[in-house]
Structures are given as structure tokens and as C-alpha cells.
């Protein structure tokens, strides 16, 4: 750490003096890849609406860990998200509902649930900072938690990236070349759920799920195989990351909804200059 | 295991010996309703079968159950030539009737082929022994320029080819072909057709074959199925056609044209070469 703050000191920018600008900045630079990694394959397995539901979910992870008094609900709200997916992958096979339909009722139910539970004697204003999230507090154990994060799903997309991208393509098809469908997509979701659970409290689960999305939809307009697609997310990814740290800096507005909006403004060059 | 190629060594398994794939009262239930029931079915190696029905005759329920998709009851066995050896699982080539993904998907026929094929993610570039090893694949399919193609920028026709590529490796023991010629130009029919056809004999291939296409089924299938919860007709393309199945389905006019198409094709057969059985593969 004190080596990277050696270095973003030096950087010749006002806001690059701060050590939580520092800190938030080093980030950004981790979660940018991480997001666009994940981002990619949850845009072309078709699990936006899901990854949501787990960002909303939070909300009934965070109120477990309360009740159960813990100090950092972190891992009530990793349990209960891991526990959220598997139920939602098993309820997709075995029930004839559309899944949207299923993930629908199941994020109602963890918003509502989650909201009573926290709203109990009108005390809910305490927790709304993981609504809007504050990646401004992140502390350096923490940013070597998401250090950990990346390592590991790097890893993963290393062994799994291509049977989850063909899975995504035709399930049928990945399943009549061995691949274990249900087992990858569980596997998947759980991993979902694992990363924008640790990455709530510092990007706000109001608007995560338009990081992990926007640049790979960016992306995804400009790209004409899947190296340019990934390549390009991550890069969006970080860009809009970069400038939303620094502007939210210089407006004191929230940095995940400012890096939101720095995406969309990509999304929208995208749209531009798609490839037809 | 980086390459999943080891079948492709035998790949010339020419001998027709007696191999066949056998469902045997093979039956299929989604929430407590029939869809497919007491369906005893031999596929021979080397023949190519077309399996006809009406809309929602369980053609692709059963397709999927075949590939493990859906829970069965009965048999599904493989049995091969030399040992007479049964295998519950045969290997089962697929080709679906599209893929899941938009026009725009940023997936080259590159990153379809290497996503099944290699470890390496596909992000992250191929190289140049799989990208020699794609090109072969491609070339038996007749489609080795689409390479660098987009999937969305390909024809239906471009992509079943794709798709039969992607099947033969490595060679399957029974190859499921889902309504492969819909949306497809009829000179790309009749391409599709005869190189499936060819394949057939160059692999000792089983092959089941949904279509709708009577006519052109009729010219190249060496038997033909008609399914509706079961196995309704079951003969020679003469012998389905000539039945009752076809008549009462999909009309009198259609099964003639068919029956009008087996005598045309037999004709040119025997005029370009000896009129032996093409197959001879049946015991």
C-alpha cells in the first residue's frame, strides 16, 4: 500500500494528494476489470435481470446480519446471496414458470422482507449508505479483499470462461458436448452474487448492477468477436470508472451513481459508432 | 485437457457392422403429461432417418431427452459393431435449429468452434494449431471462408453448416439434426442434404433428422419415422409416404410429390451409378 500511495502521490492532480482518493482510486482499478469480466458473460448468458435481483437482495443479507448481530453483515449478506442463487438456479430447472417471472417474485421478496427488517422501530436511515454505497471510506484490508476477489475470478474464467460462454450460446448444444449446464450456471450465479455482494457497501446496490452492465453493453456494440468484446469492456469499464472517481471528487456527488453515468456516456458514444 | 479430440483418431470407422442405437420404451413426462410415450426406435449406423410430425409431436422433447435434458423412462442404449458392447450414453452429435444470441453478438465462428473445443478462454486469442484445427473442421462442412465471420452476419444456411462442423468433432456415435434446413435457400437444402448424406457414409454415421420438408426428406432419407407421442409409421420413405401417417397429417398431394421425388432420384441414381444398395447397412 504505502508503495501505490508512493506513486498515485505523485500523480499531478489536486485530488490524487488525498490518501482516500488514493485508496478509492486503486479501487476502481480493481474493480473496473473485475466487473467487466463478469459483466461480459452475465450480458451474453442473458442474467441481467438476475444479477439484480442479487444486488437488491442484499437488502435481507444486510438485515440478517444485524439481527444475528454481527458487526460487518458481509457474510450474512455473502451467505444469503450464495443461498439466493442456488435457489433461483433450482427453481429454473424444476419449475415451468419463466424464470423472469421466478427471479421477479424472489427479488420482491428479499427487497420487501429486507426492508421490514430494517425499517423495525423506523431506524432505516442507518443502512441507506449501502443503498448509494461510499467507495470514499474503502480501507486497505478491504481493497486486498477485492485484490483476492480478482485473483479468483480470474482464475475461474481462466478454467470455465469458455464452457459458461457456451453454455450462454445454446444449452442444449453445451450439453450435448458433456458440459454440466446446471452445474456451470449455478456455479456462475453463485460467483455473481459472491462479487456484487463484497462490492455493495463501496458502489451502492441501487446502481451496481448498471456497472457490472453498462460497459459490456458498451462494449458489445463496438466489438466484433469476443477478445474486442472483453478487451473493450474492461476498458470502458475502467475509463468510466477513473473519470467518475475524479468528478464525483470535484462535485461531491456519490462516485458509483457519477461512474454510472460516465458509462452511460459511453454507451451512448457506442450506439454512435456501432458496427453493423 | 486442452484439445477434446481423442475420438477423431478412429474417425474412419467404415465397417458397417450391426451398430445401432436403440430406444427402447423410451417415454418422456413434463409435469404429469404424456409428451412421449412407448417409442421403441433402432437407428442403424450409416442411416440416415427423418423424423416427421405435426407441430408439438414431441420431436424436439424428445431430441432433448436424448441429449439428457429431460428426465426419460426406458432405454436408451448404444451398441456397437464389433463387441456388442452397450453403452447407456452413445456420443451424440447436436445440431440446433439456431443459437441463442442476437444478430449483433460479438461471436466470431472462431470463438463458436474454440468455445467448445479448447480451455484457453476465447478472449484471450487463439492460436494458431486450433485456428488450423477450426479451418479443417470448416473445410469438411464446405464453409472454410466463415471463419472470421460474425455468427449473426451468417446465412441459415452458413450457420447449420457451422453448427454440422462443430457436431463431427469429434465424430459421434449418433448425430441429432433439429429442423436444420428451415430458412434455408433450396440450393443450400440440397447442399446440406447431400453433405450429410456423404458424411453419413464416409462415418458410418446414425442420423436423426427433423424436418418438415417432405420432398426433399423423401429424395435423401434411407427411412423415414412419423411421430406423434409415439411412433405412429415407421418404413422406407416409399412405405411412410404410401401410408396413412402422412395422408391424414400434412395431406394426399404432399406424400405424392414425395413418392414423385424417391422415383426421380432413383432414376438419376441409376443412371450415374450401379444401383446397388447405397447404405448397406441394414442386417
Known amino acids: ?276 | 485437457m486442452l484439445f477434446n479430440f481423442h475420438r477423431t483418431a478412429n474417425a474412419a470407422k467404415t465397417s458397417c457392422g450391426g451398430c445401432c442405437t436403440r430406444l427402447v420404451n423410451f417415454g418422456v413426462r413434463l409435469n404429469g403429461v404424456a409428451i412421449l410415450e412407448a417409442i421403441n426406435l433402432h437407428v442403424h449406423c450409416g442411416e440416415l432417418t427423418v423424423l416427421l410430425g405435426p407441430n408439438g409431436a414431441g420431436k424436439t422433447t424428445l431430441f432433448r431427452a436424448m441429449l439428457g435434458e429431460l428426465p426419460y423412462s426406458g432405454q436408451l442404449q448404444f451398441i456397437h459393431a464389433e463387441s456388442e458392447e452397450r453403452f447407456i450414453h452413445p456420443r451424440i452429435g447436436y445440431v440446433p435449429q439456431k443459437l441463442d444470441i442476437d444478430a449483433l453478438a460479438p461471436v466470431t465462428v472462431m470463438d463458436l468452434l474454440t468455445g467448445a473445443l479448447a480451455q484457453r478462454p476465447v478472449w484471450l486469442g487463439h492460436s494458431r494449431a486450433l485456428r488450423a484445427q477450426a479451418g479443417k473442421m470448416l473445410a469438411a462442412v464446405k464453409a472454410q471462408d466463415l471463419l472470421d465471420q460474425r455468427i449473426g452476419q451468417l446465412s441459415c444456411g452458413q450457420l447449420q453448416r457451422t453448427l454440422l462442423a462443430l457436431a463431427l468433432m469429434p465424430v459421434p456415435d449418433l448425430l441429432l439434426l433439429d429442423e436444420p434446413v428451415s430458412g434455408v435457400d433450396p440450393a443450400g437444402i440440397d447442399l446440406f442434404y447431400h453433405m450429410v448424406s456423404e458424411l453419413r457414409r464416409m462415418y458410418d454415421l446414425s442420423i436423426l433428422l427433423v424436418s418438415h420438408d417432405i420432398p426433399t426428406a423423401a429424395r435423401f432419407a434411407d427411412r423415414m419415422v412419423f411421430l406423434n407421442r409415439t411412433i405412429l409409421c415407421d418404413g422406407t420413405p416409399r412405405e411412410v409416404l404410401a401410408g396413412p401417417c402422412i395422408r391424414q397429417t400434412f395431406g394426399v398431394d404432399l406424400a405424392n410429390v414425395g413418392l414423385s421425388q424417391i422415383e426421380n432420384q432413383a432414376a438419376r441414381v441409376c443412371q450415374h451409378e450401379t444401383c446397388e444398395n447405397q447404405t448397406g447397412c441394414r442386417p
Open chain 1, 1 to 276: 500500500m504505502t508503495f501505490w500511495h508512493h506513486i498515485a502521490g505523485h500523480l499531478p492532480f489536486e485530488w490524487a494528494q488525498f490518501v482516500f482518493m488514493q485508496n478509492a482510486l486503486l479501487a476502481i482499478l480493481l474493480i473496473a476489470p473485475l466487473f467487466a469480466l463478469i459483466g461480459c458473460l452475465v450480458i451474453s448468458n442473458q442474467m441481467t435481470f438476475f444479477s439484480d435481483a442479487i444486488g437488491h437482495a442484499a437488502l435481507t443479507g444486510i438485515a440478517i446480519g444485524v439481527l444475528a448481530g454481527l458487526a460487518d453483515p458481509l457474510w450474512a449478506m455473502l451467505g444469503f446471496a450464495a443461498v439466493l442463487a442456488v435457489l433461483v438456479s433450482v427453481l429454473r430447472r424444476y419449475s415451468s414458470a419463466s424464470t423472469d417471472t421466478i427471479i421477479g417474485l424472489i427479488m420482491a421478496l428479499a427487497v420487501a422482507l429486507g426492508v421490514v427488517l430494517l425499517s423495525r422501530g423506523g431506524g432505516f436511515a442507518r443502512y441507506s449508505s449501502y443503498l448509494i454505497g461510499d467507495l470514499l471510506t474503502i480501507r486497505p484490508f478491504e481493497i486486498l479483499r477485492l485484490v483476492l476477489l480478482l485473483a479468483l475470478v480470474a482464475g475461474v474464467w481462466l478454467v470455465f470462461f469458455n464452457q459458461l460462454f457456451f453454455t450462454g450460446l445454446n444449452r442444449s448444444l453445451a450439453r450435448a458436448r458433456g458440459f454440466p449446464v446446471w452445474r456451470l450456471e449455478t456455479f456462475f450465479a453463485v460467483l455473481v452474487a459472491m462479487v456484487v455482494t463484497i462490492t455493495i457497501p463501496w458502489v451502492g446496490l441501487l446502481v451496481i448492477n448498471a456497472l457490472l452492465i453498462v460497459p459490456a453493453a458498451a462494449a458489445r456494440n463496438l466489438a466484433r468477436s469476443m477478445s474486442a468484446y472483453v478487451l473493450l469492456a474492461i476498458i470502458i469499464s475502467a475509463l468510466s470508472g477513473i473519470l467518475g472517481l475524479i468528478s464525483s471528487f470535484y462535485w461531491s456527488t456519490a462516485t458509483g451513481a457519477t461512474i454510472v453515468l460516465w458509462a452511460i456516456g459511453f454507451f451512448i458514444l457506442s450506439l454512435v459508432f456501432r458496427q453493423r
